[in-house]
């Protein structure tokens, strides 16, 4: 299975993409790993640290490569990590409908 | 961690769903339902559907635990009989969506007689079938959905029975759509069942989901991290493949896809038409 | 019904494997006086538990031959049905196809189409076909005649007797005065792909012999997975 | 008589270390002993108790009425039955994952953590027994080391007694 | 007859009640296994399935519970000793096929390792509420035999004695376990197989063509014969005559005056006399310091060694208590309690549900003694001080209370401290 | 009209709007008045592959705000327990006819039997209590049917209804009040606050929780796992007392209330017979014979076996030397009637024969023995 990539919108030379924070409810993972393999951008890592139920949750490793596209979220099973999307300055807006899940 | 710190009143966008005050849940770290449940609240929130007349009903097992996360009105019911039971709620009151989520234990094995009696009379509803080839609750039994030569607690020395097919159990009884995907096909996951739900009759979509306590852990086939990547390298899609082909070997390619759309009259419109005839008479 | 016992009568005896062998599971009730000339043992259970009974049975003593004979197979015992063929259990399932319950007066089974004349209300659920369900979950053997066609049945049961795993043989058995008129309406396509066998209204009844394949039996399987994993010490189950 | 609780999450070995003590002390050491179990319908994760009775006579009363030692892996756990440890009891906890305020004796060690250190975590259990078994001389040393390679699989045997060595070794 | 050493695997082992049964099924001669998976009786399916292949014996895992007993009904009657394990809400789907087995009289055991209920209940935990049900589930009248051990020795020594009880009076044997005894890990000894008795199955001796399925010797129960031996059976759960055949004319209607001339000794009246009539050979009890006590503590199962603790506590303070512990359930030792009824102040019955063998007790007592009842809901055991509580109180008490309940009103205030309508969570 | 008509009626009556079923003898001639009744009605029906399906198809349809009624004989009710303990535990009222025959297993089916009185009470696995009534005559078939469906509202319990082939074949003449004249309990339902529901939540005052219907919002969850207040499992002895003590207690506690009997002739009486169902017919005859001879013979009749009215059996123990129980069976009433007697007066279990249906033969010779 092939993980789409954000499509570029027509008419615009530079790729725009959207920006997202990665939010990480830690008592409910179970640190399975899934949204650390299958995030197409490499963003999550596995912690050192121990949650209540002693198993490591992730940390957002490289916050800036996110872009909001809510695999982790879906391909979590314990809904313990999602993105929403925050707006930078430095890059243009996203259109509307690429961020909408 | 300081994400949490700055965004921590963002609400989980699945909140509205789930019952979060029941997370976390059940299942064992590595497993797949949680993936489905999560596809199956991505479809619901797609369709846009009026949650109120949607009605999920569960068996029993690890799946069977499903409904008590989902916050719709909610059914868990007994072993097998879940199909049975959500017939009586479509017919009591056609005008809800009955969904029956449940494993391969609790729909094909002991729910086997419902499911192609369902599927017979084409009855509206939506079953979405965790398929981890195993009945995890119990602790790891061989399952009809047990490839050959599998090993489980209860077939120590290696399976024999030859497994079920699901989709094609589905398609000879009756059943009116019938897809299969695995837990990691999340999007196209919820994209048949929003397909599903939108058919009229009886629709069944399969969901291949990894159990990493006790098919994995017996069978050394590492955690559902391993069983994950194992789909992702080996599953194929084929839409309108013949459900003769279905069939799944052990640690073999799986056929994924939609394979069945066709339309039958449903059960209720059958009623109906035979109540009217009755009257006329 | 008498129709079906004298094929089978008549198929042990052409088949050769002889009347001990054989023992009858059903969930019909028959004259005991028609059954003390078949001279095989008969077993009379619930209804729709027939096949795991004939399972226990064949697992315990796997010289046995066990012949299911089933009223309502389609309903009640569907789920056993359909894992009996997965299995690939080594027994001979003979489906009474009434179309109604024969006990219950003036009801719809799920077996066909409906009989008009018989049932006081008109059958409005879909049927199910039994050769297809029966091909889909594994069956190696799948015939359909109607009970007037005597030579035909009986040669499909000796076959059936004969061959290893689950052979299925759907046998049209309405009522006595129906009998003819379905024997008329009938229509021999062997070889025919199950999944056009549906009966349909106005349509003819196609019979034949519609599958006949090898898989491996459930205890062909149990043989060979066990002495393959515990070698010497897995007792083998003797056929 | 010696009752020992074990308690902690579904998959951290409970009931087996319960087994596997029980088994020591029976059959190896020749005493009574009487393992009982309690756990929730998860696999992994759910809340889970072994108690353990170890007598040189027949045990009648297969239960726990106030335990000498409670083993906790989990904070439930330890909160669960913090108090049933009699008073001069001891807790043994696993000290990354337990925090405790007791006025009672409290042992401590990173099980999880030298489990890990070791390959995998679930060695942490036998790591405790090691621990457990140094400080409760319940059973004796042989019988411990006879009774863990016929209770566990039996590519993990090398690895589970270096795992009971090194947990004996850290008391 | 002695067991089959290949059967048998004799020595010293460390294992759960569970397990234990499914080496006790072993040792006595079980050949098949028709399971399904249910919690918390699939560690004894799962040990039978590890052994069986060794053992030539074949465990098969059915579909359902229906299928699962179904076809131990019919392995049984292809000559071989067969069992299910079940619990629960599949003990419930099993009714209809163990009135079928009655009827049909086959040998064949179950082991319910009981669970909380009703319906799902609590899976992982222990209850004694299907005691009731083992005797009266199914439909129409007959009679089982019900055993309930305590430990998982006896779980092994049980399973052998239910086997000979089901082989010797061809009818169901129910062995009541429960979660804490099937979970409960203890010593087991298992003997050599020349220490223990199996009891062979009755095959029929005589010549062919006499053979009557249902023909009885004086002791009510009727020789059996093997499916595929020739005999030409016809079995049939219908009422039936001696030859087995249904009482109908022809066809499906009933000849009702056949059926009037076999009705005395029709079908049922057999399948409850042959346990009736040979109640006492089958009663097993065991009693301790009953012979001067005051009060006498009934128990079976795991509820027997809870409430040792409290009749050690009262004789400690010199109250005379006994206690009596029932190994077979069913048939119910009436006549030992109506003598002990006359002579005692009262029983004790601490049971893990709301009262069922209680019920029972108390119509032995005659109203000549009270009988209190320690209704546990399930999912854990007995409290000791509960029932010892209830020994205090039965003790005081100077009045005759005219029912259970009446009695239990009073203890549930002092014992639960809280009126019966208190949400007591 | 038969017994089978008036009960199908009596459903109807009741408003009965569901008829989950699957074919058995001899019970079908309630289906066939229902079905026929169906399109009249605004009913719906379903023939469900098995007995299980059937009465977990019922439990559904009940949750949608219907009433519902299954109906099955003998193996079928066998095939139904587990279902009866998941009606319980859900609490779902619904109505299960079940047309008891002879025997057994499959036994005689077209013969009247009184096996499954027991079972009734005790045939699914856990503790729970149950309201079984058992009608005697057609009429009295459609006034319990109506009854049934009142009680089984008003304790959200299943109600079985326990009655035989010969009194549903039996023809009589049923008088069926006008609609607004039959009194059906309504369902207690929910007012409150949408977010505030909880489905296990009860009243202090009849232990009963108050039910919504599916759809409307409430989005709540039942499970037949041991719950609290919530509908959500909790697997600890703590809940599972909580839910049990109050299941058995909301019937136990109010069992006066529900008990209802017949009684005749009780005054001085010397010797009572005790029995229900198509027996008490017979039971009366005798009794009547009995008086005539001189013997000072009482009636009484169960109408609801479960709950027993043990109070009044205690009562009449009192009073008279011995009681005489017939049933279709090999003695289970009078098991109860024994335990209740505690020991005052005696009782004679009388296995009255399928076959002595309306002869009381032997019921009248149980009378005259104990008299000697």
Known sequence: MRIRNREKPFGIEKPVTARGQIVIIEDRCKGCGFCIEYCPNDVLRLSDKYNSKGYHPPYVAHEEECVDCGFCQMNCPDFAIFSVEVESGEREPAPAESVKR | METINTIQEQKHPMDDLLRMDRIPHIWCPGCGIGNAVSAFAEALRKLEYDLDKVVVVSGIGCTGRVAGYIKTDSFHTTHGRAIAFATGIKLGNPDLKVIVISGDGDLVSIGGNHFVHAARRNIDLTVICVNNFIYAMTGGQVAPTTPIPAYTTTSPFGNFEAPANVPQLAEAAGAVYVARWTALHMRRLADSIVEAFNRPGFSVVEVISPCAMYYSRINKLGDGLDMMQFYYNNSIIRHGESTDNLNIDYQKEIIVGKFVDRERPAFSESLNEWLRKDQVE | ?239 | MLEIRFAGFGGQGIIRSGIIVGRAASIYDNKYSTMNQAFGPEARGGACSSQLLISDKKILYPYITRSDYLVAMSQEGYSKFESEVKDDGVLIIDDDLVNTDSTKKVLKIPSTRIAEELGHRIFANVVMLGYVIRVTKAVSLEAMRKAIPESVPERFVDKNLKAFEKGYEYA | MKADPRDVFTGTYYIDGDVAMAYGALAAGCKFLGGYPITPSTEAAEAFARIAPRAGARFIQMEDELGSIASVLGASWAGQKAMTITSGPSYSLMMENISLGAAMEIPFIIINIQRAGPSTGVPTCTGQADVMQSRWGGNGDYEIIALAPDSPQEGFEFAVKAFNLAERYRCPVMLMSDECVGHMTEKVVVPEASKIDIEPRRFYKGPADAYLPYKRDPDLVSPIVKAGDGYGIYITGLSHDEKGHPVLESGNSYDLEHARALNRKSTDQYLVDKIRKNRDKIIEIQEENTEDADVVVVSYGISSRVAYRAVEQARQEGYKVGTLRLITVWPFPEERIRELAGRVKGFVVPEINYGQIVFEVDRCAEGRANVVLVPHGGASVHQPEDIYAAIRQLLESKKRYENVFEFRTILERKVFGGGMLKNRS | ?372
């Open chain 6, 1 to 372: 009209m038969s017994g089978y008509e008036a009960c199908a009626e009596g459903a109807l009556a009741a408003g009965c709007g569901f008829l989950g079923y699957t074919p058995i003898q001899p019970s079908f001639g309630i289906v066939r008045r229902f079905i026929t009744r169906c399109a009249e009605t605004g009913a719906t029906f379903v023939q469900m592959e098995d007995e299980i399906s059937s009465l977990a198809a019922v439990l559904g349809a009940v949750w949608t705000g219907r009433k519902a009624l299954t109906v099955t004989s003998g193996q079928g009710f066998a095939q139904m327990m587990e279902h009866i303990g998941l009606g319980v535990m859900l609490e779902t009222p619904c109505v299960i006819v079940n047309v008891m025959h002879d025997g057994a297993s499959e036994g005689i089916p077209s013969m009247p039997g009184g096996g499954d009185v027991m079972q009734a009470r005790w045939g699914s696995h856990g503790d729970y209590e149950i309201i079984a009534l058992a009608p005697n005559s057609p009429q009295e078939m459609f006034d319990l049917t109506v009854e049934a469906f009142s009680l089984s509202e008003r304790y959200r319990t299943p109600v079985v209804i326990l009655f035989d082939p010969v009194l549903g074949r039996m023809k009589d003449s049923v008088n069926i009040p006008e609609a607004a004249k039959i009194r059906v309990e309504k369902r207690k339902y929910y007012k409150g606050p949408k977010d505030g529901y909880l489905p296990y939540k009860y009243d202090e005052k009849d232990l009963i929780p108050s039910m919504v219907d599916i759809s409307q919002g409430y989005r709540f969850h039942v499970t037949g796992l041991t719950h609290d207040e919530k509908g959500y499992p909790v697997m600890n002895d703590e809940c599972q007392e909580w839910n049990v003590h109050r299941l058995v207690n909301k019937i136990r506690l109010f069992a006066d209330k529900i008990v209802r009997m017949e009684e005749k002739y009780l005054e001085e009486a010397d010797v009572a017979v005790v029995s229900y169902g198509v027996v008490s017919r017979d039971a009366l005859t005798a009794v009547e014979a009995a008086r005539k001879e001189g013997i000072k013979a009482g009636y009484f009749r169960l109408q609801t076996v479960w709950p027993f009215p043990e109070k009044r059996i205690a009562e009449i123990a009192a009073g008279i030397k011995r009681f005489v129980v017939p049933e279709i069976n090999f003695g289970q009433i009078s098991l109860e009637v024994e335990r209740c007697s505690r020991g005052r007066a005696g009782v004679d279990a009388v296995y009255h024969a399928a076959r002595e249906v309306g002869k009381p033969g032997s019921i009248l010779k149980a009378i005259q023995k104990t008299n000697k």
């Open chain 3, 1 to 239: 019904m008498d129709k079906i016992l004298e094929a089978l009568s008549k198929g042990i005896e052409k088949s050769g494997i002889g009347r001990k062998r054989v023992c009858l599971v059903t969930d019909i009730l028959y004259d005991p006086e028609v059954l003390e000339t078949l001279k095989i043992d008969l077993f009379h259970t619930s209804r729709g538990r027939t096949i795991p009974f004939a399972t226990g049975m064949k697992l315990a003593n796997p010289k046995l031959k066990p012949v299911v004979i089933m009223g309502d197979m389609a309903t009640l015992g569907g789920n056993h049905f359909v894992h009996a063929c997965r299995r690939n259990m080594d027994l001979l399932v003979i489906c009474a196809n009434h179309f109604v319950y024969r006990r219950v007066e003036g009801e719809s089974a799920s077996g066909d189409y409906d009989t008009v004349s018989y049932s006081p209300y008109l059958l409005f659920e879909n049927p199910l076909n039994i050769p297809h369900i029966a091909r889909s979950c594994g069956s190696v053997y799948t015939a359909r005649w109607t009970a007037l066609h005597t030579d035909e049945l009986t040669r499909s049961i000796s076959h059936g007797l004969k061959k290893k795993g689950l052979s299925v043989i759907d046998v049209i058995s309405p009522p006595a005065e129906l009998l003819d008129f379905y024997y008329r309406h009938s229509e021999i396509r062997n070889g025919e792909d199950t999944i056009h066998t549906g009966i349909e209204e106005e349509k003819k009844i196609i019979v034949g012999e519609f599958l006949e394949r090898e898989r491996p039996t459930f205890i062909e399987s149990y043989n060979r997975q066990l002495e393959e994993v515990l070698g010497d010490q897995f007792v083998k189950i003797e056929v």
